[in-house]
């Protein structure tokens, strides 16, 4: 696959995370609780991405392989805890800006332990990113929206464990099959919401079929596929670019609050999705190295 390929996969990732939303409002409606709903998805999810290990390649690993992994998969799961806790005492407009300060502490993580400072284009892209997610959000055309320290606190908590889910998906086991490792990361993540939010609720048949079906679409594009695409596309592109590419998620949160929730979007906030996909797209330009070297050799012979 072409370095694009890998990096869409990760866009495709992002969009996925984008679509759960508008269903998990929709779960709420129909009165289910964040226990209930919670615990559906993860338990769904991992239940899912099982079966599909069992019919794709497969590599022997060790214990301390595998606990590695599962340890890698309890960011996963801690990011919808500190998110929901966000909710809690946050609008939704500040909670995702919070969340989205991942964007440029994914750069900060790659450059402290990889050693890779960001580029010029990236450091622009980033800031394009920011400015889009600030309009996306609707925080222009909102009034009155009320600060809480604590929900701040869990809104940039959120972002911490979504960036280090990123970079960890994108830095270990990376000869593991996708499959195989996004098994034991969503295992890892659904650990870590039971031990956080015990599935009780669950335990009655009569909420686990009537919250099956709302598990079953947010496990599949919450909890199955973005793992699965981080985990084949984050090691070819790096978790610099990678945090770029998933801002996908708000863009789609915009669209889709639109036509199924029929919520009204104003023009700033189509504006800050131009500005994300202005972003995402200001990321991922390079000029070429021929390109490049031809300039320097014409203004060497210039200039002798």
């Not at 969340?99 to 994914?106: H, T």
């Not at 195989?180 to 009569?206: E, N, R, Y």
């Not at 609050?257 to 990321?283: K, N, T």
């Amino acid at each position: 696959m072409k370095t694009w390929h890998y990096a869409l996969l990760v866009f495709l990732g992002g969009c996925c995370y984008g679509v759960l939303s508008t269903f998990v409002k929709l779960a709420y409606e129909a009165g289910f609780s964040v226990s209930a709903v919670t615990g559906s998805q993860y338990l769904l999810g991992t239940l899912l991405i099982w079966i599909v290990f069992l019919f794709t390649k497969k590599k022997k690993l060790t214990p301390k392989q595998i606990i590695k992994l599962l340890c890698s998969g309890i960011p996963f799961g801690l990011t919808g805890v500190f998110y929901y806790h966000s909710l809690d005492t946050l609008d939704a407009s500040l909670a995702i800006i919070f969340l989205f300060q991942f964007v440029w502490i994914g750069s900060l993580l790659e450059w402290l332990f990889f050693k890779k400072a960001p580029t010029a284009g990236k450091l622009v892209s980033i800031v394009i990113l920011i400015v889009g997610s600030i309009l996306a959000a609707g925080v222009m055309t909102n009034t009155g929206t009320e600060l809480s320290w604590q929900g701040a606190i869990w809104g940039a908590l959120s972002a911490v464990t979504y960036t280090l889910f990123i970079f960890l998906s994108s830095s270990v086991a990376k000869d593991t099959p996708p499959v195989q490792k996004s098994a034991l990361l969503t295992t890892g993540g659904l650990l870590t919401i039971f031990l956080v939010f015990p599935p009780t609720d669950l335990f009655h048949l009569s909420v686990l079929m009537g919250v099956a079906p709302y598990g079953l679409y947010l496990g599949l594009f919450g909890v199955v596929l973005p793992p699965l695409l981080f985990s084949i596309g984050m090691p070819h592109i790096g978790p610099g670019l990678g945090t770029i590419l998933t801002t996908s998620e708000l863009p789609v949160v915009v669209i889709l609050s639109s036509l199924v929730l029929g919520e009204q979007v104003s023009l700033w906030q189509w504006v800050g999705v131009v500005f994300i996909l202005g972003g995402i797209a200001v990321g991922n330009l390079k000029l070429p190295n021929r390109k490049l070297k031809s300039i320097v050799h014409w203004e060497s012979r210039s200039t002798s």
